[in-house]
């Protein structure tokens, strides 16, 4: 892309949105606001006219930009091809480059793509839950004290690990490394034959959330990887995916970190990159289209694109161990949008969960229906957020499971929100994590 | 410009999040499912019949167009503000009343979505019939102000057919009730009927009654590939003569087809002319199914080679999902579509799409035909750029030219989107001086100021 085309969409973005309004019945901000401005189609009329000259491209019509979860919903059902949440992103890159925002290069530029300093950042986070302050804080009731907002943003946290798992996963983890054998004998042969497993290099994408956050879901999805022959490869200074940067306009910082990580894992000679965070993977399999017109990275980034596979995708194609132990209970999934949507993968989470024995699963009514996570708009918008989550926590507590799965990290903090807010007694965890527990088990 | 004490006033009457006033509000509630684009002054959405009646009251005051929206999925500009004005938006007046079980009844607000009412009614064993094509995306107020028909009218007849009542913000702001849950009713003129299809021209429908059936228990949905679109729409009659009553009889020709097949990839075919979608139900499943297999057997006579049965309700729905995505689908092949809605009497299909393909090759603009060819009801849509004005002079002529056609073969302007701003052109060459005399009185006793929804339905 050129800088110009960084600055304005193309009039293909928007040219034959003949206004239909099928994008309505599916935008979680629509239903809620029941607004024309809330709408897709209201952001691409904006967009067409604001970059047309009609409208003033204004802080308020950039807003409207913002209103957008992103969710892709509106991009799936078009039959015209429009991209509504695509758009919206592009005007965002548009506003920044008219005015680009003081605060966003420290963040964007200065933190995030550093994985040391974001590990530092987020030290209290850990402390407050290691030193046991968090504990303390629930027993005594003190988050009663906290107003609402920033209860629920403390809601948000998981249980924290005690250190970021770039800090002590070898770069290099070998089956034999865990004990585990080579490839299963007890699998199937035929499928052995079609799609061996045995001894492939597979590059693991450490996320930036999973790596604070969620250090226990990588570490479980790198134990299963390597349970079933993988040897696999996380390179220790992997950088944020970009999706930060770009969700926020900053599409040149976005380019930097792509091409880091582009040259990283051409370096560690894998097959596949696997990642087991969907808003990652979804960004991962985007370089390809975000480097389409630097010459020197396009091929580059294509073939980077085309090895990325979500966890859940990439197990489901390999002769899969049967996982012998047994948790009991009854689970149910949420569909990230960026895995369902933006990635195609659906069916393989739901696969992996009905290969544990014990676990019941119960189908989620509405379960591709965004959980208002949206990476920061708990923080950015707040009521917007909570309207949309609370259509998501109606329908979790239908299922009446006790542990809702979801293969990303927003997710995964927005429904543990959810849960508090809504008073339900359910976990809420990363499908790896229990398929890891029921191989431990065996 | 509207008058700051005007806004002022509505904001006491909606409160907070009701009134809308930024140009970037006023840019989005310029349009609807057409290329019209006419920004209203203001923009309100009410939660109660209640705030409409004052909303509607203090706009005559200040003799202020009143022009009623819901999703604004229409085709024939009827929601557009031509001459600006107050854009009363229907969309937060979204609830279901009552569901009376016994009286096989509804009472909703008109803003409830259709799709979402009849999900709730299906639940419990009712159904809704009336199914535009917008089910999703448009509201059950905006279905019943322009009548809305859709595929199952075939068999189920349009939305007027289960209003039983509706609750009317006069253009005085009074609040009138018509109707009522019986099922029959002939006291006095039937207002019900005058206010359903009126397009917003002669009040705000706020609220509705609507009837309910039994929800039929089987259905069967079939395909039938016709190498010649001449073929296919000869079909459709030799099955409605043929004794059964279809839920739908839906054709679409090659660029439909092929627009729907590049935005949705179901392996539809490209190497015919024509599709045609036939659907049957009822409450014995053998009954159904030997319908549907008569219907089939009459298309394998009049020129299919093929005819498929859906075999799951997968399968069912995404035809459907298909046959909706139509009309927007066309889109991908130019940046303008003009959808027409013409209904001719059913015998007279075939000459109508060889006449109408005909005016495609004259004016070389191309023209898709698609639509519910059961009832007679097609929908040629032309393809253009606006942009390029030879384009657009050409659309207007084809426009004209198509019309004529219908109304040569004993036909009529539009069976489902209503005239709206597009089609009062040709009003009175469709309905005669007579018919536009006695409307125009009507209009005038109910709307003496002339506010409500301006620059629509009357020719000028």
Known sequence: ?442 | MIAHSIIQQLHAILGPGGVLTAPEDLAVYAYDGTFMDRRPDVVVLPTTTEQVSQVVALATAERLPVIARGMGSGLAAGSVPCDGGLALVTTRLNRILEIDVGNSAVHVQAGVVTADLQAAVEKIGLFYPPDPSSIRHSTIGGNIACNAGGPRCLKYGVTGDYVLGLTVVLADGRILRTGGKPIKDVVGYDLTALFTGSEGTLGVICEALLRLIPRPRFIRTALAEFPSLDDASRTVNAILTAGIVPVALELMDETAIACIEEAMHLGLPLDVEALLILETDGNHEAAVIDEIETAARICGETGARRVQVARSEAERTALWRARRSVSPALARKAPNKLGEDITVPRTAIPEAIRRIKAVSARYGLPVVIFGHAGDGNLHPNILFDRRDPAQWAAVEQMVEAIFAISLALGGTLSGEHGVGALKRPYMEKALGPLSIEIQRRIKQALDPLGIMNPGKVFPQ
Not at chain 1, 181 to 198: F, L, S, V
Request: proline letters at 7%.
């Open chain 1, 1 to 442: 892309m050129t800088a110009s085309h960084d600055q304005r969409p193309p009039e293909s973005a928007y040219l034959n949105c003949i206004r239909c309004g099928l994008c309505l019945a599916v935008c979680p901000i629509y239903r809620e606001y029941l607004t024309e401005t809330a709408s897709p189609r209201g952001r691409v009329a904006l967009a067409r006219k604001g970059l047309e000259g009609e409208l003033v491209l204004s802080p308020n019509l950039f807003e409207q930009m913002y209103a957008c979860f992103d969710c892709l919903a509106c991009n799936e059902i078009c039959p015209v091809g429009i991209r509504p949440a695509d758009l919206a992103l592009a005007l965002r890159a548009t506003q920044e480059a008219m005015h680009p925002a003081r605060w966003k290069r420290p963040l964007f530029r200065g933190l995030i793509p550093h994985p040391g300093r974001l590990e530092l950042a987020t030290l209290p986070l850990r402390l407050y839950e290691r030193l046991g302050l968090r504990r303390l804080a629930y027993a005594l009731g003190l988050r009663r004290l906290l107003p609402a907002r920033l209860r629920d943003l403390e809601a948000m946290l998981p249980c924290l690990p005690q250190r970021p798992l770039r800090q002590h996963i070898p770069e290099v983890v070998t089956p034999a490394a865990l004990g585990f054998a080579g490839p299963d004998p007890t699998a199937d042969e035929h499928a052995a034959r079609e799609n061996p497993a045995a001894g492939r290099r597979v590059g693991f994408f450490l996320g930036c959330a999973q790596n604070v956050l969620f250090a226990e879901e990588s570490a479980a999805a790198v134990r299963v990887l390597a349970r079933n022959g993988c040897t696999v490869i996380t390179p220790a200074a992997v950088r944020c995916c970009g999706m930060p940067a770009r969700g926020y306009g900053d599409v040149a910082a976005a380019r930097d970190q792509a091409r880091f990580n582009i040259a990283l894992f051409e370096q560690a000679a894998v097959e596949v990159v696997v990642t087991d965070c969907a808003t990652c993977g979804s960004t991962l399999r985007e370089y390809g289209e975000l480097l389409r017109d630097d010459p020197a990275w396009a091929a580059r980034a294509a073939a980077f694109s085309r090895k990325v596979r979500d966890v859940s995708e990439f197990l489901v194609s390999l002769p899969l161990r049967k996982p012998t132990g047994r948790l009991d209970g009854r689970v149910t999934y949420h569909d990230p949008c960026h895995l369902r949507r933006g990635q195609g993968v659906w069916r393989e989470p739901r696969h992996l969960l009905q290969l544990i024995d014990g676990l019941e699963f119960v189908e989620l009514p509405e379960a591709d229906w965004c959980c208002g996570s949206a990476g920061s708009q708990l923080i950015t918008h707040y009521e917007t957020s909570l309207r949309v989550l609370a259509r998501k926590m109606e329908n979790v507590a239908v299922t009446g499971a006790q542990i809702i799965a979801s293969g990303c990290p927003g997710c995964q903090m927005q429904l543990n929100v959810g849960v508090r807010r809504h008073g339900l007694a359910i976990q809420v965890t990363h499908p790896i994590v229990l398929l890891d527990r029921a191989y431990e088990g065996s």
